[in-house]
């Protein structure tokens, strides 16, 4: 099984990244979580889901209506002492969903300013998978370059646009079909949505 990272930010649409870690989780891979304190904020007037400090895994597994000993560990977003700001840490991937604007920018531009831009930027310098999920609408063309730098420095950019054509009928669907073309990219079997022709 896998070991990926997960980071929400503040853009809109906590509930892709909510349900990417339910995803990873349920399907037995280990999940590092870093919430950014905008992606916090989002996620309590998005969803009313408040990520508490004292044992935020216990809490946020109760959320996802997963088991208590699911391989889950929230990091803090201001620990630069973590594992996950390490080089040397090992993982299979890392997702960031929903990437916020400021998130991009400062990664394209190698801030490491918190624990989940640095973790994006190890992810750029130690090669492995890096998924963005930026949710921004209209873009102006300083985050077309951002997002520009980010996919020619190879993170794979894919962004939180829900599609029609598998006919979705509620909320819930809309956010399978992201998440499962996040789960695609890393090779990753889901039944999150009907598959084109099958
Ligand atoms: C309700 C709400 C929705 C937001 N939606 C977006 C969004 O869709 N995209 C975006 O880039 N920023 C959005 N923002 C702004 C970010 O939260 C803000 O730029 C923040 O500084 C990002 O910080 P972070 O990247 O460290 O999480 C939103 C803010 C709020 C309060």
Redesign the pocket.
């Known amino acids: 099984m896998g070991r990926y990272t997960v980071a929400i930010?503040?853009?809109?649409g906590s509930a892709y990244g909510m349900r990417l870690v339910e995803r990873l989780l349920a399907s037995g891979h280990e999940v590092a979580l870093i919430m950014?304190p905008?992606?916090g904020?989002?996620a309590a007037?998005e969803l009313e889901f408040d990520l508490p400090t004292e044992d935020p895994a216990r809490a946020l597994l109760r959320y996802l209506e997963l088991s208590a000993d699911a391989p889950l560990r929230v990091a803090c977003c201001g620990d630069l002492f973590d594992p996950l700001a390490s080089g040397s840490h090992r993982t299979d991937g890392m997702i960031v969903a929903p990437a916020?604007?400021?998130?991009c920018a400062s990664v394209a531009n190698g801030l490491a300013s918190n624990l989940a831009e640095r973790a994006a930027d190890v992810a750029l310098k130690e090669r492995y998978p890096l998924v963005l999920v930026p949710?921004?609408t209209p873009l102006s063309l300083v985050h077309l370059r951002n997002l520009t730098a980010l996919a020619e420095v190879g993170a794979i950019i894919a962004p939180a646009m829900p599609a029609f054509y598998h006919h979705p009928e509620t909320l819930d669907d809309q956010v399978n079909f992201v998440v499962g073309k996040v789960l695609d990219l890393l090779g990753i079997e889901h039944g999150l949505f009907p598959r084109w022709g099958e």
Do not use: D, K, L
Not at 9 to 12: L, Q
């Open positions: 930010t503040g853009a809109s950014t905008a992606g904020e989002v007037y916020s604007m400021g998130f949710r921004e």
